[in-house]
């Protein structure tokens, strides 16, 4: 568990975000198949919950293409075992889950509302995306207009904190209010006293610039500089610049895969992370085994550390993915995807309808304070008996608080190796 001393300096470093933490140690075609704020007790705006026709129809808008590619391997297992495992234990309410794959891509160009018409038109009572929170803010009025919830394994933007999302918006990703102060705190506790902080402008990387820069002020270093970059820029040379002229001792990455640009760019000013700290986030932490050089990421001293949500991977449920997708590598998001999947069912059980509304009415009641429940058969046993349940799933805790976002989640510390891929050194549970 958390020493005293160091359970002492997050809460500084994050006293305004009120967290107490406590340390651990496709294509269009492809993906269609039938693989046979929110609180409790309100509905959509919009009226009374209408009747679902059913059967649960999910669709998962997640990326294929793009520079979150790397993330929609994982995620789409992730829904693809769910709905698996709901399937063989009997279905919702008598009936298959029905599935449709939908790529997001990653804005540029903006292919996801294009990908949601087709979702929508497919029935899909729910829909499991996107990856990128600009992303999802792009099509969040679309679906939740049509009635539909859209709950996402991966948003972290505090902008969806305060969104008015008909109550029909939900994540199991925690807001970056948490993962900018573990991060700012990891930072803080290695000792770096002049902090660079480069993050790409968008709604994603603004939002969690801010709050790592808040912990970090807070936790008595300063910050050189908050510079941001446009993702689609042709190079970042300016912002390198920017960045080398405030002589860093340490270089936070807020990034997606332009990271294979920027880090060669950061090696030829001589900062590095051969040469100045580097931490990466969660849109950047990923296997660069065939990206960069051996050891790019991790000599002389230095080795690049990262943060992301997430609990431990366990080995079974890893093996589980793998049965799904044998060619996966990287399994960020992958367990908060199953999780999103299983928990739309288990509210459309509860309901005992699978539309939207009646779906996103049960979702916080089944998230918490119930009887706790792992497996989405036992679940079911349980609300058949007609118990209030409490799921906590492969990702963690995954208690809903009433603007749908987790109010208490898991952020991994990661450190690469001269293969430059990612081991795990710590987790940090938090209460938001």
Request: with cysteine.
């Amino acid at each position: 568990m958390i020493r005293p001393k160091r359970l002492a300096q997050l809460l500084a470093v994050s006293a305004a975000a009120a967290l107490v933490l406590s340390s651990c140690g496709g294509s269009d075609d492809n993906g269609d198949n039938n693989a046979g704020g929110s609180s409790p007790d309100e509905t959509s705006s919009s009226g009374p919950a209408k009747k679902g026709d059913g059967t649960l129809t999910i669709g998962s808008l997640l990326p294929t293409t793009g520079d979150l590619a790397f993330l929609g391997p994982p995620e789409i297992a992730g829904v693809q075992t769910a709905i698996t495992d709901i399937n063989a234990a009997g279905g919702v309410n008598g009936k298959d889950v029905v599935y449709h794959q939908q790529d997001s891509g990653d804005g540029t160009p903006n292919i996801a509302p294009g990908s949601v018409d087709k979702l929508l038109s497919q029935n899909s009572d729910a829909i499991i995306g996107a990856a990128s929170s600009s992303v999802s803010l792009s099509v969040i009025d679309k679906i939740i207009n049509a009635g539909v919830v859209q709950f996402s394994p991966a948003n972290t933007s505090t902008a969806f904190d305060t969104y008015d999302d008909k109550n029909l918006y939900f994540r199991t990703a925690p807001s970056d209010v948490l993962q900018g102060a573990v991060m700012a705190n990891t930072v803080v506790d290695d000792g770096y006293k002049n902090v660079a902080i480069l993050a790409r402008q968008d709604s994603y990387g603004e939002a969690l610039a801010d709050q790592v820069s808040k912990g970090i002020s807070g936790g008595g270093s300063k910050v050189a500089t908050k510079t941001l970059y446009s993702a689609d820029a042709s190079n970042y040379t300016a912002e390198v610049n920017k960045v080398a002229a405030t002589n860093p001792d340490a270089i936070v990455l807020i990034a997606f895969n332009e990271t294979t640009k920027i880090i060669p760019a950061l090696i030829a000013k001589g900062i590095g992370p051969k040469d100045v700290q580097t931490y990466f986030v969660d849109g950047n932490t990923a296997d660069y085994s065939k990206d960069f050089d051996p050891g790019t990421l991790a000599g002389n001293g230095y080795a690049v550390k990262a943060t992301y949500p997430g609990a431990e991977l366990t080995s079974d449920f890893k093996a589980r993915l793998l049965k799904t997708n044998s060619k996966l590598t990287d399994f960020t998001y992958g367990p908060e995807s199953y999780d999103a999947t299983v928990m739309t069912a288990l509210a459309a059980t509860a309901a005992q309808d699978d539309s939207g509304e009646a779906i996103a009415s049960k979702l916080v009641e089944i998230s918490e304070g119930g009887t706790k429940c792992t497996e989405y058969t036992d679940c079911v046993d349980l609300l058949s008996k007609g118990e209030d349940i409490d799921y906590d799933g492969v990702s963690g805790p995954v208690d809903l608080n009433d603007t749908g976002s987790p109010s208490k989640a898991t952020i991994g510390i990661f450190q690469y190796n001269n293969k430059n891929t990612y081991d795990n050194i710590d987790y940090v549970t938090g209460v938001i």
